[in-house]
């Protein structure tokens, strides 16, 4: 049997602790805005304060955590104007890879994307397993485009915005629409037409947005309007 070479990619200890921390914040168990103390940090995972350290420098650059000297860390926040800007990023990116994947994706993507669309229903009371069915069935899609570096883009902006995200269901958005939406971006991609998948990944993500980045007079608002209705990028041609 053979062993596997010092240079072959592993995880390190630093790399799966910037994971579990990654997850701690996406379930909200560290609170968005809070501040927290590398030791403090460090005790709750059971590890030192050094790799707790380096684990946030990545966290950081990430946009998950800001550093303040001799402080701490403190969970970013997403204010409306970032919300605007990182779902505009997302209709540049997502609807171009879903009239992508609707031509490419192989018999396995497709199962793996209907598989999260399975879950997403099984689990549309526990708010939790929702979201992570959801994070699935979008990188089926970004990986059947066959862009593994984009997939990788949008999972580090569907973070920012993870604990607003979770904010719009049940309250201000059903599950049941969230799904029904979903359905449409798959059976469009399954369908093998491109353009119907685009069309439906734009709606979708226009539909989220609109219950994130403010209401109509907020200059978040005003931003985003400037990009999708006033002609700009994402518009639709």
Request: neutral net charge; hydrophobic residues 40%.
């Amino acid at each position: 049997m053979s062993v596997p070479s010092k240079t072959e990619s592993v995880p390190s200890k630093t790399d799966q602790l910037a994971v579990v921390i990654r997850d701690a914040i996406r379930r909200g168990e560290l609170a968005g805005g809070a501040l927290y103390s590398a030791q403090e940090l460090g005790q709750r995972f059971g590890v030192s304060r050094t790799p707790v350290r380096e684990a946030l420098l990545r966290l950081a650059d990430a946009g998950l955590v800001t550093i303040e000297k001799n402080r701490g860390v403190r969970i970013a926040t997403a204010s409306e104007s970032d919300l605007a800007e990182i779902f505009t990023l997302r209709l540049l990116l997502e609807p171009p890879a879903a009239r992508r994947a609707a031509a490419r994706m192989s018999p396995d993507e497709l199962l793996r994307m209907d598989t999260a669309l399975q879950e997403m229903r099984d689990t549309a009371e526990d708010v939790e397993a929702f979201f992570a069915a959801d994070h699935r069935f979008h990188q089926a899609i970004l990986h059947g485009s066959g862009n593994s570096r984009l997939a990788g883009q949008v999972a580090n902006l569907r973070d920012a915005i993870t604990l607003q995200g979770r904010r719009t269901i049940p309250g201000r958005r059903e599950a049941r629409q969230v799904i029904a939406e979903h359905e449409r971006i798959a059976r469009a991609i399954t369908a093998r037409a491109p353009s119907g998948a685009a069309h439906a990944m734009r709606q979708h993500l226009l539909n989220s947005a609109e219950l994130l980045v403010g209401d109509e007079e907020s200059v978040g608002y005003l931003d985003w309007q400037e990009w999708v209705g006033g002609g700009g990028c994402c518009g639709e041609s």
